[in-house]
Nanobody
Framework: VQLVESGGGLVQAGGSLRLSCATSGRISNLYTMAWYRQGAGKQREWVATITPTGRTNYADSVKGRFTISRDSAKSTVYLKMSALKPEDTAVYYC???????WGQGTQVTVSS
């Protein structure tokens, strides 16, 4: 089982990034997938979810700015982040919460 995130980096406030989560074993097609994030000294928080049927849900802090999506052919989940703010700075993790699969995380840093 592998969940491999990519696409993080340094961006200025107001900019955009797209995170990718490539999964093995068609995990992203079989399970509800989610993105979480953890800022320095903070608890890990849920960001967004997409179900196998494509239903999405977002934390209030990112609603209208972030978009979660899935490419079933590539077994990959994406998180498109726009209008980024310094408070979005965190390590972003891809997860299949049930059955508790996690990626290694990718750092996103938003400068003011």
């Amino acid at each position: 089982v592998q969940l491999v995130e990519s696409g993080g980096g340094l961006v200025q406030a107001g900019g955009s990034l797209r995170l990718s989560c490539a999964t093995s074993g068609r995990i992203s097609n079989l399970y509800t997938m989610a993105w979480y994030r953890q800022g320095a000294g903070k608890q890990r928080e849920w960001v967004a979810t997409i179900t196998p049927t494509g239903r999405t849900n977002y934390a209030d802090s990112v609603k209208g700015r972030f978009t979660i999506s899935r490419d079933s052919a590539k077994s990959t989940v994406y998180l498109k982040m726009s209008a980024l703010k310094p408070e979005d700075t965190a390590v972003y993790y891809c997860s299949a919460p049930t059955p508790d699969y996690w990626g290694q995380g990718t750092q996103v840093t938003v400068s003011s």
